[in-house]
């Protein structure tokens, strides 16, 4: 650590963040001139104002982090940035009446980053309270079933209202239970992938270890069903699935995983109307009874990829507003028709950039724990992308879950900065501990 | 001037292209080099974390100071320790502080006086955690990060 500090007089500035985020910038200002000026037919300067603002405030968590000498990632807040500059761009095109308010929560999810960032002192210590965190994570989970302060919005009851606002307690819940997982996980992992019985090639886990991480999972999946949030239900599921297979190296786990996931559609298929609903639109969306109805908005967004081509119809240009909530579920869908598949493969390699980054965390970081904790919090954003943009694509049932940093919507934004903050605090102990240059 | 707003118009959109391809391309470059500069072998780290001091008899460190530790730290009176305790209640080798398994560690190398984590007689290796207080002799030093 001395000779790097030698070498390099300023310590600790953040060169790489820096010039990433000025490259930020100059896309995010080009996005919103574009969309602006298709709106009003003609450039006009307020076309910045927004996109200022929010550079100014990345520029503000590039400057803290500069100034409380951070050691770590440069690379993840920068795409956490350009990705919320996409969506920033998307809700003034597709709803511009939400727009303020959209920028006021990444006001607020720059503060809860920063929070993460600087309030545990030691992260290894959150796995000292793993109960807490799974107990917190269920109630959360169960507080949209209240009666006064719980709302079903689109048939989902997923919403808790709270003063003048409400949020989605779920989008908290997914970083508790991946904290709650690599906790319970580092403690029997040993136990759980080193299994004494064997039946053939099938090794027989030790049931009694793994019974509170399922009745954890039960309780999740159980909620869900009852607040009929499909996208949720497949997120913990996978979360689960993923962490446990990283923790023992047992493809057995995912085997039986994905039996157990085909098995719980079939049933939730022939049980839940909503599910068949989904499940029918997907298979055949144009029928003649549902091409109007429960498949209008997936035809739609077809139309609008199918319009959109190679370079897109341009910002501004195009005809997503004919998509029904375009600005919650289908934003993909919306960005491809107007920057085009050029487009929408960039914002997916900005998606697979992070996943690899978040694995690299995973891969240097020093003890167990925070090697899950990391891969199971970029699996997240990986996972979420790939049902959403899936869903959008037809490739999968439509679930309503969020498209990371992009999608409209609070809780989200603010709790997938607070992923990316903890994603940070690990890459920091990993440096700490490695020495050399800057990360 | 209408065409020639047309014409800026789509040179703007596709620069948003361009501009957002230029950052995918930043991001990989920055991505190699973060793993070509990182040292493979680094000798002896330091500052993995600290061990601060909360209660000291005299002199230079004083309270409040942060003594950087080692993988593997030998506490004690002898000047060979990696941080010295010149205490006459402390023993010539009195504690090792030990980093291991991605864990800090404590282990008495059998002192006089004993070594005391949160006010408990250290009996053989432990485990130290953050915040934990470690008293040697008459000085007491909190692990930090």
Redesign the interface.
């Known amino acids: 650590?001395?000779r790097a500090e030698a070498a390099m007089p300023i310590g600790r500035a953040r060169f790489?963040e820096l010039?990433?985020l000025v490259?930020?910038a100059?896309?995010a200002i080009?996005?919103f001139?574009?969309v602006l000026?298709?709106e009003t037919?003609?450039?006009s300067p307020t076309a910045v104002v927004v996109p200022a603002v929010f550079l100014l405030l990345m520029l503000a968590l590039h400057v803290f982090l500069v100034a409380i000498r951070f050691r770590g990632d440069?690379?993840l807040m920068?795409?956490a940035a350009?990705l919320t500059a996409i969506g920033l761009i998307l809700v003034q095109r597709l709803a511009s009446d939400l727009l303020l308010q959209q920028l006021s929560w990444s006001i607020i999810a720059a503060g809860a980053f920063a929070a993460t960032i600087l309030v545990p002192?030691?992260l290894?210590?959150l796995a000292r309270f793993k109960w807490t965190w799974a107990i917190l994570g269920l109630l959360l989970l169960m507080a949209p079933l209240l009666p006064v302060i719980g709302r079903e919005v689109n048939g989902a009851r997923i919403w808790v209202k709270i003063g003048p606002g409400s949020i989605e307690p779920w989008e908290a819940v997914k970083i508790l239970l991946v904290i709650f997982f690599a906790a319970y996980l580092e403690e029997y992992r040993e136990i759980l992938s080193h299994s004494q019985r064997r039946i053939g090639p099938f090794p027989v886990p030790p049931v009694p270890y793994l019974v509170p991480i399922v009745a954890m999972w039960g309780i999740a999946m159980l909620v869900m069903v009852f607040e009929k949030d499909m996208g949720a239900t497949v997120l913990f599921f996978g979360i689960f699935l993923a962490m446990l297979f990283l923790a023992t190296g047992e493809a057995f786990y995912a085997i039986i995983g994905v039996g157990l996931l085909i098995l719980g559609g079939l049933v939730a298929y022939q049980v839940f109307g909503h599910v068949q609903v989904r499940v029918d639109t997907w298979l055949r969306p144009f029928d003649e009874d549902l091409r109007f109805n429960q498949g209008f908005q997936l035809v739609q967004g077809l139309y609008a990829l199918a319009n959109g081509g190679l370079?897109?119809a341009?910002?501004?240009?195009g005809m997503p507003d004919r998509i029904p909530v375009v600005w919650s579920d289908f934003v993909f869908d919306a960005f491809a028709e107007e920057?085009?598949l050029?487009?929408a493969l960039?914002l997916l390699?900005?998606y697979l950039?992070f996943l690899?980054?978040g694995m690299?965390i995973a891969l240097r970081a020093?003890?167990?724990?925070?090697q899950l904790l990391a891969a199971g919090l970029s699996f997240i954003v990986a996972l979420q992308t790939l049902v959403i943009v899936g869903g959008n694509l037809r490739l999968i049932p439509l679930t309503g879950i969020t498209l990371p940093f992009v999608a409209y919507g609070g809780s989200s934004l603010v709790t997938n900065w607070m992923l990316v903050g903890i994603l940070m605090r690990v890459s920091q102990?990993s440096s700490?501990?490695?020495?050399?240059?800057?990360? | 001037m209408e065409i020639t707003?047309a014409v800026?118009?789509?040179a703007?959109?596709?620069?948003?292209?361009v501009?957002?391809?230029?950052?995918?391309i930043?991001?990989?470059t920055?991505?190699q080099?973060?793993?070509a500069?990182?040292?493979v072998v680094?000798a002896r780290?330091?500052?993995?974390a600290h061990l601060v001091v909360q209660r000291t008899v005299r002199g230079a460190p004083r309270v409040g100071d942060r003594l950087p530790l080692r993988a593997v730290n030998a506490l004690g009176r002898d000047a060979g320790n990696d941080i010295v305790i010149n205490d006459e209640a402390a023993s010539a080798k009195h504690a090792l502080v030990e980093f291991a398994?991605?864990?800090w560690w404590v282990e008495d190398a059998g002192s006089t006086n004993g070594t005391i984590v949160n006010g408990e007689v250290v009996r053989s290796r432990e485990r130290l955690?953050?915040?934990d207080e470690l008293a040697i002799g008459r000085v007491a030093l909190r692990l930090?990060?």
Not at chain 2, 45 to 48: M, R, W, Y
């Open positions: 650590m001395m790489t010039s990433l490259w930020v100059t896309f080009t996005g001139v574009a000026a298709t037919a003609s450039f440069q690379i920068p795409l350009g002192r030691d290894t210590a370079l897109g341009g910002l501004g240009n920057a085009g050029a487009g960039a390699a900005l950039v690899y980054r690299q020093p003890t167990p724990f925070l102990v700490r501990m490695r020495g050399g240059g800057p990360w | 707003f800026l118009l789509w703007v959109r596709i620069a948003f292209l501009l957002l391809y230029l950052f995918l930043r991001v990989f920055s991505l080099r973060s793993l500069t990182e040292s680094s780290p330091t500052g993995l398994e991605g864990e955690h953050y915040g930090e990060q």
